[in-house]
């Protein structure tokens, strides 16, 4: 049994480095050309983009021009829409994003009403809780005040 340096070239001991040089270039190799054709192809879709790749998105969709719809269709699994049907959506959808722009602007000032109408309603609690706390005051002092007013006349007709 050899070890693995002996593996592959026997009593050529020059050829091995030179071996394993190509098989990890050609690997190399393999492994960024694989990439670089799944990125042409993202490029294509427009997924991502890269610069200077223009040129397979335009041989994509001039290929997919003089395609047939049902091909698209089966590959994609998307249906393949007419200017018509396509110019319809758009009008719906510019149509529905107003809608939506509409409904916002409303919500946003019912929002604004409930946000107005909430700092009244704090105020008014800290304007009752101050009240309170004068009633409180006022009749911890009416007491006071009371006895007071009671021990004053009864001072006069002692010391008259």
Do not use: C
């Amino acid at each position: 049994m050899g070890s693995p340096d002996e593996e592959g070239l026997k009593g050529n001991k020059k050829g091995r480095p030179v071996w394993a040089f190509v098989k990890n270039a050609s690997l190399a190799i393999t492994i960024f050309l694989f990439f670089f054709t799944i990125v042409l192809v993202l490029d294509a879709y427009k997924f991502v983009s890269v610069r200077h790749a223009k040129f397979a998105r335009k041989k994509l969709l001039r290929t997919l021009q003089y395609m047939d719809p049902s091909i698209i269709e089966a590959h994609t699994g998307m249906k393949v829409l007419t200017k018509d049907e396509f110019s319809g959506l758009q009008t719906d959808l510019e149509k529905a994003r107003k809608d939506v722009r509409e409904m916002n602007t409303k919500v946003q000032e019912k929002f604004s009403d409930v946000l107005k109408t909430s700092m009244e309603l704090q105020n008014m609690k800290t304007d009752i809780d101050e009240l309170k706390k004068l009633i409180a005051e006022k009749e911890a002092a009416a007491p006071a005040a009371a006895a007071a007013a009671a021990a004053e006349p009864a001072a006069a007709a002692a010391a008259g």
